[in-house]
């Protein structure tokens, strides 16, 4: 199983000074990948609450500094040279799909061909109005974003006429590394989100969840792809793991393991929200990749 870790990104550890070093630090240390998050606002008083959250404590506090994902990837890119880069999600909805081909292709590029595309569609409906999205049709915009950035990555020439959406014929010159685009891994936990995942994703960013929580989620993707007449078992998995503060190392070691004996591709730790500083969390980063490796 490979295993990643965030990037300095959000709360205390969003120092663009930082991410540099992290990153270079990270991948020599033999992490498999380096992630990074998205989040836009933090209302006073937010339409939505974050799950398991309160009206009193609506989201984690520490989203109220949150540094631009692609710009964390594109500095990561240019520090590393083996480690996958990832998004644990972007909420492809927010963005103009034109404009997010050009900006994850470019990263491809920029990268390598180390981008692993991990999009999602949020739960906040203050974040929708924000940037004037439909929060209603968040998931027909990601299904009309993901048929967008297929013909960009693989057509000469392009149009696209859709709901939201519409490019005339234009000719593409911009190409990703990897052929035919980069991987698009979609996240969510619902029965729709999964069937997604199952008919058009490469694979799937999710959280650690109970088993057989996470057993159902994983095997209505899969019957999606039996039907969509896709191979299942060429489906990825790759987790996200939240260690809450004070979280040792043999603990997150612990649910590693347990990610891995699923059969997981991938797990990565977020260690934002459990230490206060970047090198804290390298330093306990380290010390879970290799307890994890040794057995």
């Given at each position: 199983?490979?295993?990643?870790?965030?990037?300095?990104?959000?709360?205390?550890?969003?120092?663009?000074?930082?991410?540099?070093?992290?990153?270079?630090?990270?991948?020599?240390?033999?992490?498999?990948?380096?992630?990074?998050?998205?989040?836009?606002?933090?209302?006073?008083?937010?339409?939505?609450?974050?799950?398991?959250?309160?009206?009193?404590?609506?989201?984690?506090?520490?989203?109220?500094?949150?540094?631009?994902?692609?710009?964390?990837?594109?500095?990561?890119?240019?520090?590393?040279?083996?480690?996958?880069?990832?998004?644990?999600?972007?909420?492809?909805?927010?963005?103009?799909?034109?404009?997010?081909?050009?900006?994850?292709?470019?990263?491809?590029?920029?990268?390598?061909?180390?981008?692993?595309?991990?999009?999602?569609?949020?739960?906040?409906?203050?974040?929708?109005?924000?940037?004037?999205?439909?929060?209603?049709?968040?998931?027909?915009?990601?299904?009309?974003?993901?048929?967008?950035?297929?013909?960009?990555?693989?057509?000469e020439t392009f149009a696209?006429?859709?709901?939201?959406?519409?490019?005339?014929?234009?000719?593409?010159?911009?190409?990703?590394?990897?052929?035919?685009?980069?991987?698009?891994?979609?996240?969510?936990?619902?029965?729709?989100?999964?069937?997604?995942?199952?008919?058009?994703?490469?694979?799937?960013?999710?959280?650690?969840?109970?088993?057989?929580?996470?057993?159902?989620?994983?095997?209505?993707?899969?019957?999606?792809?039996?039907?969509?007449?896709?191979?299942?078992?060429?489906?990825?998995?790759?987790?996200?793991?939240?260690?809450?503060?004070?979280?040792?190392?043999?603990?997150?070691?612990?649910?590693?393991r347990g990610i891995r004996?699923?059969?997981?591709?991938?797990?990565?730790?977020?260690?934002?929200?459990?230490?206060?500083?970047?090198?804290?969390?390298?330093?306990?980063?380290?010390?879970?990749?290799?307890?994890?490796?040794?057995?």
């Amino acid at each position: 199983m490979q295993i990643g870790i965030a990037l300095p990104q959000y709360g205390t550890h969003a120092r663009a000074a930082a991410i540099a070093g992290f990153a270079r630090d990270a991948e020599a240390a033999g992490f498999d990948s380096l992630w990074v998050g998205d989040r836009s606002l933090t209302p006073v008083a937010p339409s939505d609450l974050y799950p398991g959250h309160t009206p009193e404590n609506p989201y984690p506090p520490e989203y109220k500094t949150f540094l631009d994902p692609l710009t964390v990837l594109t500095v990561a890119a240019t520090a590393t040279g083996r480690a996958r880069l990832g998004t644990s999600t972007l909420n492809a909805p927010w963005y103009p799909p034109l404009l997010l081909a050009r900006s994850l292709t470019s990263l491809d590029q920029v990268s390598g061909g180390r981008l692993d595309a991990g999009l999602g569609i949020g739960w906040m409906r203050d974040e929708y109005a924000a940037v004037n999205a439909d929060f209603g049709r968040r998931g027909a915009l990601l299904d009309e974003t993901l048929d967008i950035l297929q013909g960009m990555w693989t057509e000469e020439t392009f149009a696209h006429e859709g709901r939201q959406w519409t490019i005339p014929p234009s000719r593409v010159g911009l190409r990703p590394v990897q052929r035919p685009g980069p991987p698009v891994l979609l996240g969510g936990f619902s029965p729709a989100a999964m069937r997604r995942v199952g008919r058009r994703a490469d694979g799937w960013v999710g959280v650690v969840l109970p088993p057989e929580a996470h057993t159902a989620l994983w095997a209505t993707a899969r019957r999606a792809a039996e039907e969509a007449g896709r191979d299942p078992d060429a489906l990825r998995r790759c987790l996200r793991h939240n260690p809450r503060p004070g979280t040792s190392a043999e603990d997150i070691a612990t649910v590693l393991r347990g990610i891995r004996a699923t059969g997981a591709d991938g797990c990565f730790i977020d260690l934002q929200q459990c230490v206060t500083e970047p090198e804290e969390a390298l330093e306990l980063g380290i010390e879970v990749l290799e307890r994890v490796r040794a057995g």
